[in-house]
């Protein structure tokens, strides 16, 4: 029996099809997930039938009749794959499988033990959406409403739709004193995707705005570009039946709902998204969008959008350990809005001709007073057009409005007037669409002038009653529907009815001082006789919006009959409570007045929208320029006092590509910070020991030159570049990315494959240590040659790394590669850039300063040797493998590790002070300044020992004769001097020799020790 309703029923409404199922899967919440068991697979929206006892009160008839069940399923059958929340009463209520998402995502409770039902109460609605978008559902909220037609029965319509991409419920929003703070959060746009002969069409369509901006031919990077802004912030993607859908395969859209969009050619295909999206949110195709091209200077020469990977390492977006930027650009507690603009611009680094525009707004922001004088409120540009087109014109955003145009206007009255049409410039830009600087004005005095007569600015009270039995809050609470919107003298028809609320007001007050107020005083002349008589009183019922005399009414009291109970408002008697006749009936008066009130300010409001609504256009804009100038004004605010600077130059016969002078970390006080100055040619190679600031020099050099070039203020006192830089690539530290299955060593590589690949000369790159997610000769190795591959290629970069082997491999030419690091002095970093190599890490040292055990560093630094000595025996098999032989029983026992036991017993000193090299290894450069004892160890298994005052040129000199070229050395520094090294080069000599080490030559010895004696 039931089975033949189904079929009336789309599939989307079981709870098994494919949008439900994969919904359900996600559960985590215990109570939700008893909730779902209990649903009926078999029957729409899971909703078992009225008959069996757990169902009972779900009585329904497949959505014919009309039951609360019967309006949801009529609903749902319309918007299947959406939430549907009904009014009913004081709670929006749903039951089914929409009730098990509410206790999931909203932290609601199920209602009552029967079927699975949940509800909220009115005023939590925006709150519950909020949810429910995050965790991208769509919802459809729908009202109750009086029925004309049907005396006191309601009816339910749906009152708006509401996505991730128009969150923010604005149905009653004009008249609700409380909801016109809301805040309205800059949404993701919905994506199409298409593609053609010229490359990929991107189709964004703001519903809000209502605009649809469409970009043509763009590569696929570039298309991705687009998404990757709001990567873990989409719901769902339309894409063209002949689009690769293997594109969205990252793992950032895993969770979205690709919608394939078929039997459209491919030029057709943003309009049909627009039709998709006007269904979808239940929209007239009536109402039009704006459809938007690309601004020319989108185009124009702009530098490419930072990779993802860059905007974390320079605290762009969020990344642990990282500072964040916009944090440091604006004051703290800055609006959002203030935060997500910049943002953007750094994120997409504008053309030259923007930041131009920019730079100079801000000098001109900081050459004038404007700083303090206006006020420029921000909000979300959507927030005015969503509110207009649905006629919900709060007075709390129309006060906005107002502001935001004044404030426009009178900055032709400032000092700041030159800098505006270069301000609109930026507003273009941001917005992707064109406004004359003319209409923008003509709007603006339209909107002053239409907004002026009807805000409210007098003291607009409700009745202040004389007698003080008579409570004042009962007048408030009646004309609070309609009072404070707007102004009483707003219009003719307004003014009348304040006057008609105010009369009616007065009669009442009237009625009560005339039939209930002499019972009360009567009564209290009694009371001074006879204190055990009770009291009248008249009491305020709220919820009743009334005034009644409360009190031991005695029926042969004079004046009893005219007296009566009054009726609530469900029209039950209220039997403990007084009234007249009278008094009831000027009440009604009174409230039927303040309705009539209430219905004048809405057609007014609602007029004003209609008004407005053709100046859209002007008001996106100067919603866009409210924020931008309040932007500007904290940036300035912040940036100034912390010596940040606007001096950038461009200059093709610049001495240097880029110059940077008295630059410092974002992060820091100027005071505090050690500032540097850099100039590039080509690639430098940074060394510098552990924790030198190293990294730092890579951020900072990548956040100074984009502020610059963006247009910005940026911590450092001038910038210079010969050419425009046209992208930046930032790469420090390795983590991994789990869920694309990459090892932190494979992230690096692909980012550095990306990097390279799209490089060009004026890219700047800034790599921090590649190629250490690897064991250390292929490490070095790649390190090695992407080095070379950026100076070959006269990339502008910076090259940190620890790899000191570069400078000793003879395959790598370092010769013409520009040399800093990081000075230090005693050991201790100076955070100072200078020319120059730093070829020790000093990373015992920086550990103990961090606090690591002393004996744990011992204990490394022995195993550092034995790491250095081990490490050749496994990776580069020797031509005379002499740590084998070792093992070969009897027939050749030494080895240089048996070497360092005689290199230490003769000195005296511990395993721990005798640096390896390997056949390949200098020694440290600061070694060169002490004495030493060695022992070296040719490829063929020979022994030499020697004595020096510089062991770097000494190791030189002996690897450019052949039979030492490939030699292995363990050396020890001899602090006391040269004539102790001799002594002990003598000692070492002879105890090797009469261990029966091979030895290369003893004469030198035999020499030194009789000869020069
Ligand atoms: N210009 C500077 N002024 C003041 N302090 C600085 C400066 N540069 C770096 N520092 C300090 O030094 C610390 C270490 O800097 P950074 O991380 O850049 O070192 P590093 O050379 O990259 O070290 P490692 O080789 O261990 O990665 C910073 O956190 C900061 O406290
Ligand atoms: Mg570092």
Redesign the pocket.
């Known amino acids: 029996m039931a089975s033949a309703h189904h079929r009336q029923f789309s599939q989307s409404l079981l709870i098994s099809s494919p949008f439900w199922r994969a919904k359900l899967e996600q559960l985590s919440h215990p109570s939700a997930i008893r909730m779902a068991e209990v649903l009926e697979p078999a029957e729409p929206l899971g909703i078992g039938r009225g008959d069996d006892a757990f169902w009972k009160g779900f009585k329904h008839s497949y959505g014919e009749k009309d039951s609360n069940i019967d309006y949801l399923l009529r609903v749902k059958t319309q918007h299947p794959e959406k939430i549907a929340l009904v009014q009913i009463g004081e709670f929006y209520e749903t039951w089914g499988i929409d009730s098990v998402f509410l206790v999931e995502y909203c932290g609601l409770n199920r209602m009552g033990k029967r079927g699975p039902r949940a509800g909220l109460p009115l005023a939590n609605i925006q709150t519950v959406l909020n949810k429910l978008t995050a965790a991208n559902f769509a919802v459809v909220v729908c009202e109750q409403a009086e029925d004309v037609n049907k005396n006191g029965r309601k009816t339910r319509f749906i009152a708006e739709v509401i996505t991730p991409s128009s969150p923010i419920y604005t149905y009653g929003l004009a008249m609700d004193k409380h909801r016109g703070e809301t805040f309205f959060p800059d949404c993701p746009p919905e994506f199409g995707f298409a593609k053609n002969k010229s490359g990929i069409i991107v189709v964004e369509v703001n519903p809000d705005l209502r605009t649809v901006f469409t970009l043509d031919a763009l590569t696929p990077e570039a298309a991705f570009m687009r998404l990757s802004r709001y990567a873990g912030r989409l719901a769902r993607i339309f894409y063209h039946e002949n689009f690769p859908n293997d594109f969205f395969d990252v793992s950032y859209l895993h969770h979205v709902n690709l919608i394939n969009v078929s039997g459209y050619l491919p030029q057709d295909f943003p309009r049909r998204i627009e039709e998709l999206i006007k269904i979808d949110l239940a929209l007239s195709t009536e109402i039009p969008f704006t459809r938007i091209a690309p601004a020319d200077t989108v185009m124009e020469n702009s530098p490419r959008p930072l990779y993802l990977g860059t905007a974390q390492q320079i605290g762009l977006l969020s990344e642990r350990g990282v500072p964040s930027l916009i944090d440091h650009m604006l004051p703290k507690g800055s609006p959002a809005t203030c935060q997500n603009l910049l943002r953007h611009f750094l994120l997409n680094p504008p053309p030259q001709s923007i930041a131009t525009h920019l730079r100079q707004t801000l000098q001109r922001l900081i050459s004038t007073a404007l700083v303090c004088v206006t006020t420029f409120p921000v909000s979300n540009p959507a927030r005015y057009i969503k509110v207009l087109q649905k006629h919900e014109a709060n007075p709390d955003i129309l006060q906005d409005l107002f502001q935001m145009t004044e404030a426009y206007l009178a900055c032709y009255d400032s000092p700041f007037a030159p800098a505006i049409a270069q301000a609109l410039q930026v507003v273009s830009h941001r917005l992707n669409m064109c406004l004359s600087e003319q209409v923008l004005r003509e709007s603006s005095e339209f909107i002053i002038e239409k907004l002026t007569p009807i805000l409210p600015h007098e003291d607009d009270q409700a009745r202040q009653p004389t007698h003080a039995q008579i409570s004042k809050y009962l007048f408030e609470n009646i004309d609070e529907a309609f009072r404070g919107r707007v102004a009483k003298t707003s219009n003719k028809d307004i003014l009348r009815h304040y006057n008609t609320v105010a009369k009616a007001a007065l009669r009442y007050e009237k009625a009560l001082t005339e039939d209930l107020i002499p019972w009360i005083e009567r009564r209290e002349k009694e009371r001074r006789d006879n204190k055990k008589l009770k009291p009248f009183a008249l009491s305020y019922d709220v919820h009743n919006k009334a005034i009644w005399m409360r009190g031991p009414v005695n029926k042969v009291e004079p004046g009893y009959q005219k007296l009566c109970h009054p009726m609530d408002r469900y029209g039950k008697e209220v039997s403990d409570r007084w009234t007249t006749h009278k008094v009831e009936k000027y009440l009604r008066e009174y409230k039927a007045a303040a309705e009539q009130a209430r219905l004048s300010v809405v057609a007014l409001l609602t007029d004003i929208a209609k008004t407005l609504l053709p100046h859209s256009l002007s008001i996106v804009h100067l919603a866009t320029f409210s924020n931008l100038l309040r932007t500007l004004i904290l940036h300035v605010k912040e940036c100034q006092t912390k010596q940040w600077s606007l001096a950038y130059r461009q200059h093709s016969h610049s001495r240097h590509r880029l110059e940077m002078s008295e630059c410092?970390?974002y992060w820091?006080l100027p005071h505090?910070?050690?500032?540097?100055s850099l100039s590039l040619q080509n690639v430098a190679l940074l060394t510098?020991?552990?924790?030198?600031?190293?990294?730092?020099?890579l951020?900072?050099s990548a956040v100074v030159t984009l502020l610059a070039s963006a247009g910005f203020m940026f911590p450092a006192q001038h910038v210079s570049v010969k050419e425009p830089i046209d992208g930046w690539f930032v790469r420090t530290g390795a983590s991994d990315d789990p869920e694309a299955g990459l090892s932190a060593f494979a992230v690096e590589m692909h980012d550095i494959k990306i990097a390279l690949r799209d490089a060009s000369e004026n890219t700047l790159i800034l790599i921090?240590?590649l190629g250490k997610g690897t064991e250390s000769k292929a490490g070095h190795a790649i390190a090695g040659s992407v080095l070379e591959y950026l100076y070959q290629n006269n990339i502008q970069s910076i090259f940190?790394t620890?790899w000191h082997e570069l400078f000793f491999n003879s395959a790598i030419d370092l010769d013409s590669i520009q040399k800093i690091c990081?000075e230090n002095q005693q050991g201790k970093?100076t955070?100072k850039v200078v020319s120059g190599r730093c070829t020790s890490?000093f990373a015992f040292e920086?550990a103990l300063q961090l606090g690591i055990e002393a004996s744990l560093i011992d204990r490394a630094k022995t195993i550092a040797k034995h790491y250095e000595l081990n490490n050749r025996y496994q990776t580069t098999p020797s031509p005379a493998p002499f740590f084998i032989a070792e093992n070969i029983g009897g027939y050749v026992t030494h080895s240089l590790i048996r070497a360092g036991k005689v290199l230490c017993e003769v000195t005296g000193m511990a395993e721990v002070s005798i640096t390896y090299l390997s056949s390949d290894a200098y020694p440290l450069l600061k070694d060169s300044n002490s004495s030493a004892v060695y022992i070296l160890r040719t490829a063929e298994g020979f022994y030499y020992t020697g004595e020096t005052d510089n062991i770097h040129t000494r190791i030189e000199t002996h690897r450019q004769s052949d039979t030492k070229k490939f030699c292995e050395v363990i050396y020890i520094l001899v602090a006391e001097g040269k004539s102790k090294a001799r002594k002990y080069e003598t000692q070492i000599t002879l105890k090797l020799q009469s261990l029966g080490f091979p030895m290369l030559s003893v004469n030198d010895a035999k020499h030194r020790h009789f000869g020069s004696a």
């Open positions: 410092f970390p820091m505090v910070a050690v500032k540097n510098g020991h552990n924790m030198a600031g190293k990294s730092t020099i951020r900072t921090d240590e940190s620890h990081m970093a955070y890490s920086t």
